[in-house]
T-cell receptor, first 112, second 114 residues
Framework: DVKVTQSSRYLVKRTGEKVFLECVQD?????MFWYRQDPGLGLRLIYF???????EKGDIPEGYSVSREKKERFSLILESASTNQTSMYLC???????????FGNGTRLTVT | AQSVTQLDSQVPVFEEAPVELRCNYS??????LFWYVQYPNQGLQLLLK??????LVKGINGFEAEFNKSQTSFHLRKPSVHISDTAEYFC????????????FGKGTMLLVSP
């Protein structure tokens, strides 16, 4: 089974802090994704990556950046956290373009 | 670009009753369709997918969905639900023309009571 591991289950950060959310997958998938999930809004794509050192903006990239230095690891960075970035963040990976996504258990980030 | 509409934000149902969760999509090209389930405090897991072929797709845990191209729908059904089916269900679509990201609906919370 594919395993997607998000390093933190819960995080509490202060406004203005730089925040790193880490995600690692163990199945050599080329494609990795970061979503945020908010009640009533479903999942919205922040950034994705089709290969190492490659990144593409999703639907809501403002205030975020990403890093993919190794194939198995995809990091989401909040350069200066704000309260409107309080959310559940979900990482996912997949193999080929018509494969299903495999999700991590999520990181619930609270910015105070 | 694609979009997904899940018509019900919440569906309450009694145990052993049948249920249908509705999903409509919009796309100008051929699509792939997915249903995911999210149990409390967990990530999403795949229930079933439609890529091509038979329009009736069977998934895990007794769920099935039917792709209706003329109605642009992909409704999820189960003939008899259990308490353990209480979860949030997400419909998702991607285009089938090449590399495409997945667009999710806003989710439907299925609440099964005894």
């Amino acid at each position: 089974d594919v395993k997607v591991t998000q390093s933190s289950r819960y995080l509490v950060k202060r406004t203005g802090e730089k925040v790193f959310l880490e995600c690692v997958q163990d199945m050599d998938h080329e494609n990795m994704f970061w979503y945020r999930q908010d009640p009533g809004l479903g999942l919205r794509l922040i950034y994705f990556s089709y290969d190492v050192k490659m990144k593409e903006k999703g639907d809501i990239p403002e205030g975020y950046s990403v890093s993919r230095e190794k194939k198995e690891r995809f990091s989401l960075i909040l350069e200066s956290a704000s309260t409107n970035q309080t959310s559940m963040y979900l990482c996912a990976s997949k193999d080929s373009f018509n494969s299903p996504l495999h999700f991590g258990n999520g990181t619930r980030l609270t910015v105070t | 670009a694609q979009s997904v509409t899940q018509l019900d934000s919440q569906v309450p149902v009694f145990e052993e009753a049948p249920v249908e969760l509705r999903c409509n999509y919009s796309s100008s090209v051929s699509v792939y369709l997915f249903w995911y389930v999210q149990y409390p405090n967990q990530g999403l897991q795949l229930l079933l997918k439609y890529l091509s072929g038979s329009t009736l797709v069977k998934g895990i845990n007794g769920f099935e969905a039917e792709f209706n191209k003329s109605q642009t729908s992909f409704h999820l059904r189960k003939p008899s639900v259990h308490i353990s089916d209480t979860a949030e269900y997400f419909c998702a679509v991607s285009d089938s023309s090449g590399y495409s990201t997945l667009t999710f609906g806003k989710g439907t919370m299925l609440l099964v009571s005894p």
